[in-house]
């Protein structure tokens, strides 16, 4: 299943009108980066804006409208609002589980960690303070 989301910014600049739209590989973006970035940023570099630019000083004064929603997207869209923030969360928790299953499996024989919540609870616990969460 394809998890993305569409991301549109308009705005005006000396007198010109601007309007960019990319699609957010979501999947993608957080293998590569463990959080979203900047979502301004993605989108002045798909479009050839520099980022030390004027034009994307305005641009990031733009908010960023997000629609049409696929996968576990649609379930960070509240009344039009997407939250990046919940959504990066949810996946590290989700990327933490199914990295500690084997570890579960293998050293407690424990083969589903959704059972044990206590447990799960303190292997996710350690996993982030590992990484320094």
Not at 57 to 81: K, L, R, T
């Amino acid at each position: 299943m394809k998890n993305s989301i569409n991301a549109s910014v308009d705005f005006s600049f000396k007198g010109e009108d601007y309007s960019y739209t990319t699609v957010l590989d979501l999947d993608q973006l957080l293998r590569q980066h463990d959080a979203l970035p900047s979502l301004h940023v993605i989108l002045a570099r798909q479009h050839g804006i520099d980022t030390y630019s004027y034009l994307y000083e305005v641009m990031q004064e733009a908010d960023i409208e997000f629609i049409e929603p696929e996968g576990y997207a649609s379930n960070y869209v509240i009344e039009g609002e997407f939250d990046p923030g919940a959504l990066a969360a949810n996946w590290q928790t989700a990327k933490a589980e199914m990295l500690l299953q084997p570890v579960a499996e293998k050293e407690l024989d424990i083969t589903d960690l959704n059972q044990h919540p206590a447990i799960k609870r303190a292997l996710v616990a350690a996993y982030n303070l590992g990484k320094g969460a």
